[in-house]
Structures are given as structure tokens and as C-alpha cells.
């Protein structure tokens, strides 16, 4: 069986507990608008998107960043709400509640049964992986980029500590480099889009974009 409509670079799924909803973390291109100037700072949404197949296949696309107005020039308390190139995906054992590593913007996002971020934890650079022990309220999230554990109280919703993963043989000029490639906040005018939003993972998207400009010289 396949489903369509669910995004266009796909990072991740999750079943949720107790019931057939499959839910899967993307960006969605907005390739198929035509000149640059038009996609400046609305080039990509982030998304999770749920999949019912006990409904024929519909699907429900809900906006990480519903808060941003992109006829805005954007802010910083914009930037901090904002969810950027969603991962890891993670329900609570309920089904209740679900986590996402947003890897670009150094948070983990909570979602709501219907997939709405209704809160935002500071982790540490480029969240990748979610462990969950429910029983005691922690969260434990890898930080690829820092090379640390972010150990979260999901009681306050906060990280309490962050544990180095030991010996790193990234080279310097690597991790000097990567801020540039995937941090959201400090190069996006909303603070949900990098050049890894395009370039995912230092690739490519795949895919065909018109970025000419018609009132161009």
C-alpha cells in the first residue's frame, strides 16, 4: 500500500499507540513556484504529517510553525518558536502526547494528539535521537553536532543536564562549518529554514527549482 501527499523530503515515522495513525516527520518543497524573489524566506514548511489507513489512505499535513507571518520580516521571538528540519519522531506510551527532534534549531518540539506543538525544549545543536523513559519523565535526546546527551525533566519540560559523549574525531573546521549549512536561527529571517533544508544532510533535494527572476537585468 502507498500514501500521497505526505511531503516531499521524508525523515521519519512513528505508529502511535493505540490506534493505526502513522505519523511522519517532512519538509514540504514549494518547488513548483516559479522565480526567487517569491520564495524568499517561504521556500519549505516543516511538517508531520498523519497518515489514517483505516480511512483509505487521507492524510493530515499540520504546520510545525503555524506562529510565523511571512509577510513579516521576521523577529527574534518568532525565530525562537519556530521548529526547524523535523527527525526523530516519539510517542508517549499513551499515544497521548508525541516528541520531535527539530535537528536545525537546537530544540525538541511536543506535540498534541492532533500533531500541534504545544511547547518547545532547548537542547543542545543538531537533536537527532529521542529516548523515552516514561516511568521516570525523562526524555534523552542526542546532540549529533555537539556530541552530547540532553537529559530532560518532561515534568518542567526542560533539559536538567547534558552529558558529552566522550571522544569526538569530528575535525575542528567541520564543526566550525556546520552552524552555516543547518542552524535555522541564526541564518533564516524565521528561524525554519537553513541551506540543509535544500542541501539535506550536505546533499541535495532532488529536485528542479526555478530561481530566475523576471524583473532581473
Known sequence: ERFAGVGTVLFNLAVRPGND????SNTEAFNML???????????????????????????????????DRASPGSAPERELSLAQP????????????YVAAFGSRKVGVLDGSARVIARIDVGFGPAGLALDARRRRLYVLNRFDATISIVDLRA?????????????????????????????????????????????GDRDGLAWDLGSPDGP
Open 157 to 201: 519540560r526542560r533539559t536538567v543536564a547534558t552529558v558529552a559523549l566522550g571522544y569526538d574525531p569530528t575535525p575542528v573546521l567541520i564543526k566550525e562549518g556546520r552552524p552555516f549549512l543547518y542552524d535555522a536561527m541564526l541564518y533564516s529571517r524565521h528561524g525554519d529554514l537553513s541551506c540543509a533544508t535544500c542541501h539535506v544532510f
Open 21 to 24: 495513525e502513522i505519523w511522519v
Open 34 to 68: 516559479p522565480y526567487e524573489p517569491r520564495l524568499q524566506g517561504s521556500f519549505a514548511a516543516n511538517r508531520v504529517t498523519r497518515i489514517f489507513p483505516k480511512l483509505g489512505g487521507r492524510t493530515d499535513a499540520v504546520d510545525l510553525n503555524p506562529h510565523i
Open 87 to 98: 527527525v526523530e519522531l516519539l510517542f508517549e506510551p499513551d499515544g497521548r502526547e508525541a
